[in-house]
């Protein structure tokens, strides 16, 4: 099964908001509200950001936010910081036998 | 606090084998579903494989099926991949995650993983 479709790369001042796109299929993303983000600085273990479209966990600034329409999903970052910097992955339950499906990921740059 | 310490990487010959293993502390390791995830050099991630909180039941990604084999002891908080006939397109860097409970398809805890290079 194939990877679940983000842009390469976004960009955006310090102070900005910045939108990232996770375009999956009606066997992960349209169907099921299991979608998640994480972020990964160079170098180190991607971090959960999102999980559950919207719900954040405990820590993470309500900067990030998640969303979800038809097949497609979308992390903002708000007030954009430039320890934003870095990777950014979504993920979804599917239903084909991969179980997990993650997108390739997007690098946010502050410019 | 939560720590997961992979082990078990290195450098092996395609066709051979190679166990991985996740040292899970600070949590009641036994109640958590937990995988494994993989990322090449310079890509993107991809999960490899899942077992539930009990072991009893096993998910595995189509390309790992019949060569790996995700298994843990709920008495030793440890939690093991087993990989046979490696391939070179199966290194990487892995890492041991940490479902939410109730949530098995979102990984709120990550070790620092271990690097595996397949190579002749």
């Known amino acids: 099964q194939s990877a679940l479709t983000q842009p390469p790369s976004v960009s955006g001042s310090p102070g900005q908001s910045v939108t990232i796109s996770c375009t999956g299929t009606?066997?992960?993303?349209?169907?099921?509200?299991?979608v998640s983000w994480y972020q990964q600085p160079p170098g180190t273990a991607p971090k959960l950001m999102i999980y559950e479209v919207s719900s954040r966990p405990s820590g993470v600034p309500d900067r990030f936010s998640g969303s979800k329409s038809g097949n497609k999903a979308s992390l903002t970052i708000s007030g954009l910081q430039a320890e934003d910097e870095g990777d950014y992955y979504c993920s979804s339950y599917t239903s084909s036998s991969t179980y997990v499906i993650f997108g390739g990921g997007t690098k946010v740059t502050v410019l | 606090q939560v720590q997961l310490v992979e082990s078990g990487g290195g450098v092996v010959q395609p066709g051979r084998s190679l166990r991985l293993s996740c040292a899970a502390s600070g949590f009641t390791f036994s109640s958590y579903a937990m995988h494994w995830v993989r990322q090449a050099p310079g890509k993107g991630l991809e999960w490899v494989a899942g077992?539930?909180?009990?072991?009893?039941?096993?998910y595995y990604r189509d390309s790992v099926k019949g060569r790996c084999t995700i298994s843990r002891d709920n008495s030793k908080n440890t939690l093991d991949l087993q990989m046979n006939s490696l391939r070179a397109e199966d290194t990487s860097l892995y890492y041991c995650?940490?479902?939410?409970?109730?949530?098995?398809?979102?990984?709120?805890?990550w070790g620092q993983g271990t690097l595996v290079t397949v190579s002749s």
């Open positions: 077992v539930s909180y009990d072991g009893n039941n096993k």
């Open positions: 995650a940490r479902s939410m409970v109730g949530y098995d398809s979102d990984f709120d805890y």
């Open positions: 009606n066997s992960d993303v349209g169907n099921y509200n299991r």
